[in-house]
C-alpha cells in the first residue's frame, strides 16, 4: 500500500490546508501501519501563479518543517521537494500528451482561477492537473489523501491511468482519493461561501497556522454569522456557524450531531470562544516544534533521505513509461 499527496509552497499554510490535507496524513501515518508514504511540497505548481524568489524560497522550507512539527514522523515517511526529483516533470510531459485540451479547460480550480486573474495567466495553470497526475502515478500510489476542492483532479488522474494503461498495458495504479469526514472544505470566516485558500487577498478570512495565536482566537471571535441566534449545520442558510462548526467538529474529532447537541442552549459568542480556544491547543504545540524544526540539522536529513528513496521509485517508473510509449534507441 502506497500513500501520496502534496501542498504547494504558495503561500503560508492555512487552517484549511491543515484540517483538509496535514491531519489526514497523520491520521493515515497511524492507522496504516504497513503503507508507505510519499509526502512532497509542490514547489513547481507553485510557479502556475507568479511568486517572488526569496518568499518562495522560505515557502518551501517553512511547509517541510511544518510537516514534521504537525506530527509527519521521520522514520515513517518519505518527505521531499518535488523540484528535485527531475521525473516529475519528465512524467508530467507525458501526462500532458494523454490528457485533452478540453478536459483541462473543464476544472473547475482553473476556471476560478483566470476568472480572477484575467491577463498573465500561464500555460502551466491550464497544464497543473498533468503534473499532478504524475506527481501521483510515479509512486503507483493508492491512496491519495486531499481536500474536496482536488476531487476533480483526482477524478482525471485516474482517467489517465486508465487511458495509458488500455493504450500501453498495465503500468500505473488507478489511485484512490481519501477525504476527511468534516473539514474537507473549509471556508473563509469573512464569506463563509468561499474556500479559505493561502492565495486568497483578503487575510481576514484566512487563519495562517503560523500566525500569533491570539490574531488566529480573534479572527474567530470576528467570523461572520447570521442574524438567527441558534446553532445547528446548515450549509446553505447559515454557511458561517456551519462552517465553525465544520472547523470545531475537525479540530477536536467529535460529530457535529454531537456539536449540536451540546450547543443546542447555547450564544454563538459562547460558541466562537470555546472554539477559539480549541484552536490554542492545537496550534501552540504544533508552532513551538516548528520553531524547534526551522533551522535544524534534522529537517536537512530528512528531505536529503526523501529525496533518495522517492528518486529510486520515480526513476524506476519513468524508465518503464518510456519503454512502454517505444522512446528508446
Ligand atoms: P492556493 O490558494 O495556492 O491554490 P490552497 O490553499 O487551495 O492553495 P493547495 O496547495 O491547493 O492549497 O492544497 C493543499 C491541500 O490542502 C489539498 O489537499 C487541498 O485539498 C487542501 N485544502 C486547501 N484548502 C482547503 C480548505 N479550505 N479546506 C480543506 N482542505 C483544503
Ligand atoms: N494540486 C494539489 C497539490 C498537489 C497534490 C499532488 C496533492 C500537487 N500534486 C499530488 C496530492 C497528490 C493542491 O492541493 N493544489
Known sequence: MRLVSGIQPSGNITLGNYLGAIKQYIK??????????????????????????????????????????????????????????????????????????????????????????????????????????????????????????????????????????????????????????TGARIMSLTEPTKKMSKSEENPKGTIYLLDPINQSKNKIRSAVTDSDTKIYYDKKNKPGISNLLDIYSALKGSSIKELEKQYQNSSYRELKEDLANLLEVVITPIQEKYFQIINSKELTETLNIGKERASLIASRTIAKVYRKLGILR
Do not use: C, W
Not at 35 to 58: G, M, N, S
Open 28 to 181: 493515515l501515518q497511524e492507522e496504516l501501519k504497513e503503507a508507505e508514504i510519499f509526502i512532497f511540497i509542490a514547489d513547481l505548481h507553485a510557479l502556475t501563479v507568479p511568486q517572488e524568489r526569496q518568499a518562495l524560497q522560505k515557502s518551501i522550507k517553512s511547509l517541510a518543517a511544518l510537516y514534521l512539527a504537525s506530527g509527519l514522523e521521520r522514520d515513517r515517511v518519505n518527505l521531499f521537494i518535488q523540484s528535485e526529483i527531475p521525473a516529475h516533470s519528465q512524467l508530467g510531459y507525458i501526462m500532458e500528451s494523454t490528457v485533452y485540451v478540453p478536459e483541462l479547460q473543464r476544472m473547475t480550480q482553473y476556471k476560478d482561477k483566470i476568472a480572477k486573474q484575467k491577463e498573465g495567466i500561464k500555460a502551466s495553470l491550464l497544464t497543473y492537473p498533468a503534473l499532478m497526475a504524475a506527481d501521483i502515478l510515479l509512486y503507483n500510489a493508492d491512496l491519495v489523501p486531499i481536500g474536496d476542492d482536488q476531487k476533480q483532479h483526482l477524478e482525471l488522474t485516474r482517467t489517465l491511468a486508465e487511458r495509458f494503461n488500455n493504450t500501453y498495458g498495465n503500468t500505473f495504479v488507478v489511485p484512490k482519493g481519501y477525504f476527511p469526514k
